[in-house]
């Protein structure tokens, strides 16, 4: 015989059946006053374009003209720009100031649903953070960056973070977000020397960093930081080594009474070799800190706050044909900001663009991707493509720039595949090795003959 119900099942039941009820009431309720929302919106900025009073636009507020932009009311939001340019220029700055945060907003979620289509997407990227270290006769001064390379640009905040500090060791991991991609930090030290465990600490510092001090077991110069060879984005921190140079002549000279023993040889050997490296890594981060400060004399427009680098008349010289980066190579599109020329490829291009300038480092040694807007530029442009860049015909035209090499130019389909794009740019490399010359038949014909 089936088991009864019991007594509670039919009064659950009814108790599920309203709360689905309630929901779907609560979801409807929303979409409805959303939907008079915009409507609302909507009449108040028609109602001020058609009075053509300045006062009723500025009781327009920034969220209204997201929630017009978001909703694709694109026709109202343009006759409210034209009103403002009627009136002050503090009315065309605030109408300016709340359409491009509605525009931007709008882009972001764009941008985030393009990425979705990364199978990787949301999967947190690897990364060994890179690190400085310094120290004096008793501490170890050690600041850790939310960053792949000390000079690249991070993560600001991490969350999630660990530490641990044994005698012996130092383990760190912590998650955050750079360029829209989530990355794990990890780092994982077997020191030099013991530690003091329960005299070291740690603690978060300002933009994007981490500063742990570790307190030595004994007063002793530490020739590395850690055992074995160290990381390539492991670099002294001179800054602060110069704070302590006299301390750490005292204990220098304190240590040359005593006879060195072969472990000290071997350990100033090893502090020479890592000087070189570090010198070398140096040399590297101030090529790149050039490059930056060459860049920031363009001004951001379509690719503000990407990877993409900008590039402008002042900046082409210093970056393009006398490059501070060894081994630089540049993959160019050349645009037109005010959408003359193939409209359509270039807003396809935006989130290819975007996301190559991520990859390209990792997957071109020395690439890097940029743009050129040709409304901004136009005497650079026509320079490089000729008088038709000017009205924008023929963009977006993209274009592969290397030391040694004439700007060549992309013949294949716009938009295409990052792959192809990596595949173009690595092909510069490809040409700048020296070709290896062939034996010549008439040499080996001489030498007979002499015989």
Not at 2 to 8: E, M, Q
Not at 68 to 92: A, T
Request: glycine content about 6%; overall charge positive.
């Amino acid at each position: 015989r089936p088991r009864p119900y019991p007594p509670t099942f039919f009064p659950a039941m009814v108790a599920i059946t309203r709360l689905f009820a309630l929901v779907a009431l609560a979801s409807a309720a929303a979409a409805a006053v959303s939907d008079a929302a915009v409507s609302a919106a909507y009449d108040k900025v028609q109602s001020a374009v058609a009075s053509g009073s300045q006062a009723d636009a500025a009781a327009i507020s920034a969220a209204e003209v997201e929630l017009l932009v978001e909703r694709g009311h694109h026709s109202v939001i343009r006759e409210l720009v034209k009103l403002s340019h009627k009136g002050s220029e503090e009315d065309m700055q605030r109408v300016a100031s709340q359409v491009r945060q509605a525009v931007q907003s709008a882009k972001n979620r764009l941008d985030d649903l393009t990425r979705v289509l990364d199978r990787n997407y949301g999967r947190a990227v690897e990364v060994t953070p890179a690190a400085q270290w310094a120290q004096n006769s008793t501490h170890v001064f050690v600041s850790i960056k939310f960053a792949q390379r000390w000079n690249a640009p991070g993560a600001l905040e991490v969350e999630n973070s660990t530490v641990d500090i044994s005698d012996c060791c130092f383990n760190f991991t912590a998650f955050g977000e750079h360029s829209f991609i989530m990355r794990r930090y990890h780092i994982s030290w077997d020191l030099n020397m013991p530690i003091l465990r329960q005299a070291s600490s740690w603690h978060t510092a300002a933009a994007g960093r981490l500063s742990v001090t570790f307190a030595k077991a004994e007063k002793k110069r530490w020739p590395s930081l850690l055992k074995g060879a160290a990381p390539k984005n492991l670099g002294i921190w001179r800054d602060m080594q110069e704070k302590w140079t006299s301390d750490m002549e005292q204990l220098a000279g304190a240590g040359t009474k005593k006879k060195q023993s072969k472990e000290d040889s071997k350990a100033a050997a090893t502090q020479g070799k890592q000087k070189k490296a570090g010198d070398a890594d140096e040399d590297e981060d101030d090529e790149l800190e050039r490059e930056a400060d060459y860049l920031s004399r363009c001004k951001g427009t379509t690719y503000r706050d990407t990877s993409v680098a900008e590039l402008c008349n002042a900046a082409w010289s210093h970056v393009m044909e006398r490059t501070p980066v060894k081994g630089r190579v540049w993959l160019v599109q050349l645009y037109h900001g005010q959408g003359k020329g193939d409209s359509t490829s270039m807003r396809s291009l935006i989130g290819i663009w975007k996301r190559l300038a991520e990859i390209m480092p990792t997957s071109v040694l020395g690439g890097r991707v940029a743009a050129l807007d040709c409304a901004r530029e136009q005497e650079l442009c026509v320079d490089l493509v000729g008088e038709e860049a000017a009205s924008g015909k023929g963009l977006p035209k993209i274009m592969r720039f290397s030391s040694g090499e004439e700007g060549k130019a992309w013949t294949g389909a716009v938009p295409a595949s990052l792959e192809d794009f990596v595949d173009f740019l690595a092909a510069s490399k490809e040409s700048a090795k020296p070709s290896q010359p062939k034996k010549k038949k008439a040499q080996k014909k001489s030498k007979k003959a002499e015989l």
